[in-house]
């Protein structure tokens, strides 16, 4: 991996420009609006009104200005920031947390690129592997990113052998390990992931396979991480694994309650946009989940997962 990554002159220019034009339409607004969205179905606003600062802690950036990966198995049609910015007025959102998609490997440009466009209202996880240097990691935290992120789930660029070492060398920025793992897998590797020095964020509900739901025994074990103070939980993702879907998700509803009243403190929601594994019920309608999450969380937990809980696992500016 490189020491050093380079965004060219012309990436850099066109960010500037972009960064300008972007935040004056968007900046800072918590209003939703209706209007169609790039990879997103329906057009219509939620009905939950987002808090001011709300922050959307799980989405990917594709840019066919930086090249997939060799062994990329997904790669999906651009979805660049300013195709972002229309779910983020949609909804009503102010901020952000990046996530490297498997397309790119190890490559973080295309979500450095992104950050530089919404400036301070985003944050990043980047994909690493066991070659990266001290002085790309510093760069990285230099950068905005402030987690790395492990996709078990799909073959790629990491591996579960690479977890641990990776873990105490990120421990000193403060960073978190976010994993992608399918739910056996998190319960054959419980050893690993309850020692590590950091948080571990469990992505898309820890991937807790239906109907077992609930009954499932990594869900238990991560029920116990939240508890000790050891884990978040990402409630994103809910089209993937669920048997009921739309307009329901009820049986992904069961999941996402219980971890939002066990621990509401650990627990941020993630849009998934632009949703690169829909499951089987296609391309899903993020207004609609997104006043799902809201009825199952309430009020205060909504606020909490939204605003005060990124403010803390993505070093975000206090707002109160």
Request: hydrophobic share 40%; charged share 20%.
């Amino acid at each position: 991996m490189k020491d050093h990554i380079e965004i060219t002159r012309r990436s850099v220019l066109g960010t500037a420009a972009a960064t300008l034009t972007l935040s004056a339409v968007f900046g800072g607004s918590a209003d939703a609006a209706g209007g169609e969205v790039l990879h997103s179905a329906g057009a219509e606003p939620p009905v939950q009104r987002a808090p001011a600062y709300a922050c959307d802690c799980h989405f990917h950036i594709y840019n066919s200005d930086f090249p997939a990966a060799a062994n990329a198995s997904i790669k999906p049609p651009d979805a660049r920031v300013p195709d972002y910015l229309q779910l983020r007025k949609r909804l009503g959102l102010s901020r952000g947390a990046i996530v490297t998609p498997s397309t790119y490997g190890t490559d973080n440009s295309c979500t450095l690129d992104a950050i530089a466009q919404l400036g301070s209202s985003a944050r990043g996880v980047a994909v690493v592997d066991t070659s990266v240097s001290d002085a790309e990691l510093k760069h990285l935290h230099e950068h905005g990113i402030r987690g790395i992120r492990f996709n078990i789930a799909r073959a790629g660029a990491t591996t579960v052998e690479m977890i641990e070492p990776l873990a105490r060398r990120v421990a000193g920025f403060g960073w978190h390990v976010q994993v992608h793992m399918p739910a056996d897998a998190i319960v054959a590797n419980a050893a690993i992931l309850e020692r590590l020095p950091v948080p571990v964020v469990f992505d898309h509900l820890g991937r807790i396979p239906q109907p077992e739901g609930k009954s499932h025994p990594a869900f238990a074990m991560i029920m116990w991480m939240l508890g000790k103070g050891k884990a978040w939980v990402k409630i994103s993702g809910m089209y993937q694994d669920t048997k009921i879907g739309p307009p329901t998700y009820s049986d992904i509803g069961e999941l996402a309650k219980a971890y939002i009243q066990h621990a509401p403190e650990r627990v941020v929601w993630g849009s998934d946009w632009p949703h690169p594994t829909k499951g089987s019920f296609g391309v899903p309608n993020d207004a609609l989940l997104f006043d799902l999450v809201a009825g199952w969380a309430g009020p205060e937990s909504w606020k909490r997962m939204l605003v005060t809980n990124p403010e803390t696992l993505y070093d975000f500016a206090k707002t109160a």
